[in-house]
C-alpha cells in the first residue's frame, strides 16, 4: 500500500490542465471513496488494528480509498494497486513528496535513521549503511544466522509441543544482536552486553502489547517522544550511548558487526556519523529486522506443518 496523495475538502478537487489527458480546467477529479465513521473512531481503529482496518477499506472500496485519521488534520488518499505504487516510487520527489519524515516511527527512531530521513541526508545515511551490507559481509551474516538457529533448535525436544512466536523471537533476537553489535551466544549476568539484550528483550516485548498501541496513539503527530515513550527509550539510549562510545574509543578495526562497520564508515567530505546518527541508524536495523522477521518465521512454519505436502516438498 501506498499514500498516494493528500485528500482536500470540498470533495472534489480542481484538475490541473493538461493536455495529455480527458480531463480539462472545467472538470473536477474526484476523491476516492471513504469510511464515514467519526475521526476518533478511524483513529483508535487504525493505531489498534491496522491490518483490519485497511484489509476491510480494500474489500469495501477496491483498491483505492481514503483515511482520516486524527494524527493529519486532512484526509490522505491510499492505494493498493501495483501500478499506482509503481508510478509514486518512481516519481520525482516534487511531483510525490515523501511522507516518511512524518512516519509514526519518528519519535522513536529519531531523525538522523535511513527510514526517517529524506532527500540529501537519506542519501547519505544510505550510502554510509552500505559497506555493512555489502556480498562478503552478507555471507559472514548468513553462516552467523545459521549458527544462532542451529543452537537454538538443539534445545528444542523431539515430540514435544512449543510456541513458535516465541522461540523465533529468541532466534531473531540473538541474530541481531550478534549481527549488529558483535555479541555472541548469551552474554553473561551482569555484564554491560547481557544489560542492553535484556533491555532490547523487554522493549521489543511491550512494543507487541496492546497497552503499547495507546502509546502509540498518544505519540501521533509528535516528532519528539512524550513522557512515557522518553522513559522507555532513555533507559535503552543510555546503555546504546555508553556502547558506542566504548567501542570509539577503543578504535577496533578487525571487528566485522554492523556498529564497528558503521564506526568506520565515512561520507564523500570525510565526516562520519555522530553518535546520534548511530544510534537512530541501530534503532532502525533492531526495531525493522526483529519482530517483522520473527512473525514471518512463525507464520512460515506455521503454515508449512499445516500443509504437509508443502512440507515435505521443502524439506
Known amino acids: 500500500m501506498a499514500v498516494a496523495e493528500e485528500a482536500r475538502a470540498p470533495e ?65 488518499v491510499v492505494t493498493c494497486h501495483p501500478d499506482h505504487v509503481a508510478s509514486l516510487l518512481k516519481a520525482k520527489p516534487e511531483d510525490a513528496p515523501s511522507l516518511t519524515g512524518e512516519t509514526p516511527l519518528r519519535p522513536i527512531l529519531g531523525p538522523n535513521s535511513v527510514l526517517t530521513s529524506v532527500g540529501e541526508r537519506h542519501m547519505r545515511q544510505r550510502k554510509l549503511l552500505l559497506p555493512a551490507f555489502h556480498g562478503e559481509a552478507v555471507q559472514r551474516y548468513a553462516e552467523m544466522i545459521s549458527e544462532v538457529a542451529e543452537r537454538e533448535i538443539d534445545n528444542w525436544a523431539v515430540g514435544r509441543r512449543l510456541a513458535l512466536a516465541p522461540r523465533m523471537q529468541a ?98 567530505q570525510g565526516e562520519q556519523l555522530t553518535d546520534q546518527e548511530l544510534r537512530d541508524e541501530l534503532m532502525s536495523l533492531v526495531l525493522a529486522g526483529h519482530e517483522t522477521t520473527a512473525n514471518s518465521l512463525a507464520w512460515t512454519f506455521e503454515r508449512l506443518v499445516r500443509t504437509p505436502a508443502a512440507y515435505d516438498t521443502l524439506r
Do not use: C
Not at 480527458?22 to 477529479?29: N, S, T, Y
Not at 483508535?44 to 494524527?71: C, K, M
Not at 574509543?249 to 558503521?262: F, I, K, N, Y
Open 171 to 268: 532466534v531473531t533476537l540473538d541474530v541481531i544482536m550478534s549481527g549488529i553489535f558483535g555479541i555472541e551466544g548469551r552474554p553473561a549476568r551482569g555484564t554491560a552486553e547481557y544489560r542492553l539484550r535484556q533491555t532490547f528483550r523487554s522493549l521489543l516485548r511491550a512494543s507487541t502489547t496492546p497497552l503499547f498501541a495507546l502509546v502509540d496513539l498518544t505519540n501521533a503527530r509528535r516528532r519528539e517522544p512524550n513522557r512515557v515513550l522518553a522513559g522507555f527509550l532513555g533507559l535503552l539510549d543510555r546503555q546504546l550511548y555508553a556502547l558506542i562510545r566504548a567501542r570509539r574509543a577503543a578504535g577496533e578495526t578487525d571487528r566485522h558487526d554492523v556498529l564497528s562497520l558503521l564506526l568506520q564508515a565515512s561520507d564523500e
Open 12 to 76: 472534489t478537487l480542481d484538475a490541473p490542465h493538461s493536455s495529455a489527458g480527458p480531463v480539462g480546467d472545467d472538470l473536477p477529479i474526484r476523491l476516492p471513496p471513504a469510511r464515514t465513521a467519526p475521526r476518533l473512531v478511524q483513529t483508535i481503529w487504525f493505531g489498534l488494528r491496522p491490518l483490519h482496518y485497511n484489509l476491510s477499506a480494500a474489500r469495501e472500496f477496491g483498491d483505492v480509498w481514503q483515511v482520516t485519521i486524527a494524527s493529519r488534520k486532512e484526509a490522505f
